[in-house]
C-alpha cells in the first residue's frame, strides 16, 4: 500500500491550549493521533499559536497559502486545526480561494487539551479519516466536530462554551465521522471557483436594531470602509434612516451587502441588487464579509459582485 500523506496545519486556538500556561506546540498536538494512522506521513506546519480573536486577514492568506503549498507538494489532504471563535471564518474563506485541491478539513475544540475529557484530540482523529477520502473534496471545505461533517459555507459556532457548539442552522451536517466511519448523507453541490486575488479590508459587519440608526454607517464612511454588510433585521427590512444612509454609501461607492440577523433565510433574492443597490446574500454577515473582501480585490461594482454572491459557495 502506497503511504498517504496529510498536512496539519496549526493555529493555536482552544484545541491546544492548557488550562495554565503556554499552548501545546503543534508537532505535541499531532503525535498524539499518528498511532491512529499507522499508513500515513504527517507533515506539521505550525503557522502560529493564537485564539482565533487573533487571527489576521494577513494570518488568513498565509493559512490559503500553506494550504496550497502542501497539495502543490503532494499532500492527499490538509487538515487546519483552529479557534472556534473564528473558525467558521476561515473555513468559508479556504472554501472560496482554495479550488479543486484535494480534502481539506478545519478543526478545533471546545475543552482544553488537558482538560478531563478533551474534545480535540477525538476531532482531530475523525477530521484526518473525513481528510483521507478523496469524496470529502468535492464537498469544499468541511468542519469536523462532534462526529458531525459541516459545509464551511453553513456552519456555525452557536453556543460561546457548551461541548455541542457547532451547527448548521436550517441545512445540519452534510454526514457524520466517528466510530463506524465517514458517511455522507447528503451529495454535493456544483461550485465555481473565483480566483481572488487578496483580501481587501477595511470591510466592516453591522446588525440593524430596532430603530437603530445611521450614526455607525456616516463614521466608517467617513473612515474609508471599502464595503458594508448588514444584517438585516428579518427578510432584508431595515430601518428607514439606516436605509437612507446606505443608499448615499452605494452613491459614494461603497458596496453594501444585505443579509439577515437571523440565523438563516437570508436577505430575498440572494445574488442579486435590489432597487437601492444593495447586493443581497443568503450568508451570515461573518462570511458575507469574508466574501467581499475577497470580491473587492476583483470588482468594486455592486453589479459585478452581485454575481460573485449569485456563485456557490
Ligand atoms: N479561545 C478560543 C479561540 O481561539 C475558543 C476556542 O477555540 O474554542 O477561538
Redesign the pocket.
Known sequence: MTQRRLDIITT????A?RSEGPMVPGEQLVSHVRKFFPDTEFNVHEICR??????TTDLLWGIGSQVKKSFKDGANGVVIT??????EETAYFLDLIAGPLGPIVVT????EFDSASPDGLANLVESCKVALEPVSAEYGVLVVMNDRIHLAREVT?VHS?LVD?IESPGVGPVGYAGKHGVKYTVKPLDRVHVEYTALVPPVDLIKAGLDSGARPIRALIEARSRGLVVESLGHGHLPPGLTECLVSAVKSNVPVVITTRCLSGGAPNPGTITESGFVTTDLSGAKARIKLMLALSVTNEPEEIAKMFAQYP
Open positions: 493555536g486556538g482552544t484545541i491550549s493564537k485564539g482565533s480573536n487573533q487571527i483552529h479557534g472556534t471563535d473564528t473558525l478545533g475544540s471546545m475543552r459556532k462554551w457548539a
